[in-house]
């Protein structure tokens, strides 16, 4: 199915914003225009991470993924998928994922832009929002998808966070 040349046009100036926005902020990034997309890094406080957005015209929405430098083996599935079910709990805007398969995890933070337009102000939050809970989670996961943190120790960390 064909996508309008509305919501081409408005996924182009999404991404233009977006892109003006890592450049104010002398962020160093890759950029794809045929397929609207960013690939870019951060480095927090512990572990580095990667970070995916893409603009996207059919479904009029901007999305960032950022994985986890690691894959969750299938003995700690669960308790990862219990991890992620108490962060997701205090996150009012974004959540963890996983995929119980290949044990990928990572965060997602998604922004409607239907019949709107979004500020550099958004990106920078859609940015800053990702990097903040990846930053705050992902040596805690870790060290539960390692078996060196309990679910009880866990819970207790994101409960006093």
């Given at each position: 199915?064909?996508?309008?040349q509305?919501?081409?046009?408005?996924?182009n100036?999404?991404?233009?914003?977006?892109c003006?926005?890592?450049?104010?902020?002398?962020w160093?990034?890759?950029?794809?225009?045929?397929?609207?997309?960013?690939r870019?890094?951060?480095?927090?406080?512990?572990?580095?991470?990667?970070?995916?957005i893409?603009?996207?015209?059919?479904?009029e929405?901007m999305?960032?993924?950022?994985?986890?430098?690691?894959?969750?083996?299938?003995?700690?599935?669960?308790?990862?998928?219990?991890?992620?079910?108490?962060?997701?709990w205090?996150?009012?805007?974004g959540?963890?994922?996983?995929?119980?398969?290949?044990?990928?995890?990572?965060?997602?933070?998604?922004v409607?832009?239907?019949e709107?337009?979004?500020s550099?102000?958004?990106?920078?939050y859609l940015?800053?929002?990702?990097?903040?809970?990846?930053?705050?989670?992902?040596?805690?996961?870790y060290?539960?998808?390692?078996?060196?943190?309990?679910?009880?120790?866990?819970?207790?960390?994101?409960?006093?966070e």
């Amino acid at each position: 199915m064909a996508v309008d040349q509305r919501k081409i046009s408005q996924a182009n100036v999404v991404f233009s914003t977006l892109c003006t926005a890592l450049d104010n902020k002398k962020w160093t990034y890759n950029r794809d225009n045929e397929n609207l997309i960013v690939r870019t890094s951060a480095v927090g406080n512990d572990l580095s991470m990667k970070l995916f957005i893409k603009v996207d015209a059919e479904r009029e929405l901007m999305y960032l993924k950022s994985p986890m430098p690691f894959k969750v083996c299938q003995e700690k599935i669960n308790d990862v998928e219990t991890a992620l079910s108490i962060a997701n709990w205090s996150i009012l805007n974004g959540c963890f994922e996983m995929d119980r398969h290949d044990g990928y995890c990572g965060f997602k933070l998604v922004v409607v832009f239907m019949e709107s337009l979004i500020s550099e102000s958004v990106c920078k939050y859609l940015i800053n929002m990702s990097c903040n809970m990846v930053d705050k989670y992902n040596d805690k996961l870790y060290a539960v998808a390692q078996g060196r943190m309990s679910i009880e120790e866990f819970e207790k960390f994101a409960k006093d966070e």
